[in-house]
């Protein structure tokens, strides 16, 4: 037996990406040794469209399978023992196997099913299958054969070097390896949106950056220590995030000043995606990502959005314009993100709240109204303002 524990992990979509695909595997290879980078002496490498993790026994299988089915682009994870491509030597294998099963779980019945991916070895997949059952219900009394509904399925991977054998499949998040498909800056706020937003988006692998906008002292540095938690939540699945924080009370005082009150929450937004088309060209981001979703407050309207898409030249992507709150809700909940967005912080946002926004603004319209604001230089000013912390999955800056 190996002195490591060893681990097949499955590449899910990543398999799909033709003449790219060494590509994908080399970033999601890169993503999984970070993601394993606290654990010392793990070994991670690709052979035959597969990606192997082998870590000192003292390390729990628990804790390499959790954090290695948080990387975007795995589709699953077995654990596994290996021996060589010999059908007596997998038959050995396959009862010491079974053998610890019945002794740790009582296993009464099981089903074998194999597949070579080395088509020169001499048995064919539905004959290992067989013969390994064969083997493992003479040497294993206890056990029967169930094809239906077994116990356990034993899986026999049969490959050029060796052979592995294992029971489960625990499944991972799927998508893409982080970096692989551009980045985008995601305006952030403290809410139950942005986050699960930012997540969908590094999903694709997508590279993120995040935005903040507070107003300090309307807002508390408490108010920005649950924000930062929230990132750090994505940062759990997606590796450290550099985020920017920018005080907008200057801008949202010259706003309540110089604009119509109904119209205040549309040019708060406005500026927001201004500063943060800025921050992006800045920092090399192709596009900006927000947690709008059409219909859901009066600055989500199909009309506020043309008005706030009007402010920048950049693309917007919004994932999850067509979803349902309780979807949202739900999908912030598996990713565990719901239980601090729903903390009560005050936000920038509700921060001179209009007593009765306007739902149907007209972009022209806005910008007139902006006519006594010195928009570059509210901007410029805002932009020099910016904070910069780099947030790991720790919750510390990293
Ligand atoms: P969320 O749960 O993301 O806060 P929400 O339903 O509260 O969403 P709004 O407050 O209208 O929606 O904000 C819409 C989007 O605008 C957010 O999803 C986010 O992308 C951006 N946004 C709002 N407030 C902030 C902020 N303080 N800093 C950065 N971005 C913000
Ligand atoms: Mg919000």
């Not at 001499?122 to 219900?137: N, T």
């Not at 995030?241 to 005082?253: A, D, F, S, V, Y």
Request: hydrophobic share 40%; glycine share 6%.
């Amino acid at each position: 037996m190996n002195e490591k524990n060893i681990f097949i992990v499955r590449c899910g979509e990543v398999a799909l990406k033709g003449g790219n695909k060494p590509y994908f595997e080399r970033m999601l290879v890169k993503r999984i040794k970070q993601a394993l980078s606290m654990f010392e002496d793990v070994e991670i490498y690709r052979k035959e469209g597969l990606i192997y993790v082998r870590s000192p026994k003292n390390i729990p299988v628990i804790q390499i399978e959790e954090r290695v089915t948080r990387v975007f682009g795995v589709a699953s994870i077995s654990q596994a023992v290996e021996c060589e491509s010999d059908m007596d030597k997998i038959g050995e294998t396959a009862v010491e196997y079974m053998n610890k099963l019945i002794k740790e779980r009582g296993v009464k019945t099981f089903k074998v099913e194999a597949k070579r991916a080395d088509k020169n070895f001499p048995v064919k997949s539905p004959d290992i299958a067989r013969k390994i059952g064969a083997k493992v219900l003479i040497d294993c009394k206890v056990l029967k054969v169930d094809v239906h509904d077994p116990d356990v399925r034993l899986f026999v991977d049969l490959r050029h070097d060796e052979t592995f054998i294992y029971e489960k499949k625990i499944e991972g998040l799927g998508g893409l390896p982080m970096g692989t498909a551009g980045k985008g800056l995601v305006l952030f706020s403290g809410g139950i949106d942005s986050p699960v937003a930012a997540w969908m988006m590094a999903k694709r692998g997508m590279q993120i950056e995040v935005i903040h906008f507070h107003s300090y002292p309307y807002t508390s540095e408490r108010a920005l220590e649950k924000v930062k938690k929230l990132v750090s939540i994505v940062a759990s699945y997606s590796g450290s995030i550099k985020m920017h924080i920018i005080n907008l009370l200057p801008i949202q005082e010259e706003i309540v000043k110089h604009c119509p009150e109904n119209e205040t929450t549309l040019h708060v937004r406005c500026f927001m995606m201004r500063i943060a088309e800025r921050i992006a060209k800045r920092n090399k981001c192709q596009m900006l990502i927000t947690g709008e979703d059409l219909g859901q407050v009066a600055s989500q309207t199909a009309e506020a959005l043309v008005v706030t898409d009007g402010c920048v030249s950049m693309p917007v992507m919004r994932p999850l314009i067509a979803m349902d709150k309780v979807e949202i809700m739900d999908r912030a909940q598996k990713i565990g993100t719901y239980e601090t967005s729903i903390e009560p912080y005050e936000d920038c946002c509700t921060v001179f709240l209009p007593k009765h926004p306007t739902t149907k603004p007209d972009f022209d319209r806005i910008m007139e109204s902006e006519k006594d604001l010195d928009v570059d230089e509210l901007i410029g000013n805002a932009v020099k303002s910016e904070e910069i912390v780099t947030i790991g999955p720790d919750g510390e800056p990293a």
